[in-house]
């Protein structure tokens, strides 16, 4: 059975991974946001859109 400091441990280093993760997942928000607005920009100007490849 693990101890109350292994426990809390355990959940401070969970705490720390999702924290790290979030950081991430905002900067990939921040990332495609970008580029959508970089999409738009194109688009407006008139750029060829290029294709998406399968």
């Known amino acids: 059975m693990a101890t109350p400091h292994i426990l809390d441990a355990r959940r401070s280093a969970a705490v720390r991974l999702m924290e790290e993760a979030l950081i991430e997942l905002e900067a990939v928000h921040e990332v495609l946001g970008a580029m959508r607005l ?17």
């Open 38 to 54: 970089q999409h738009a920009i194109d688009v407006v100007k008139g750029k060829p859109v290029p294709k998406k490849e399968d």
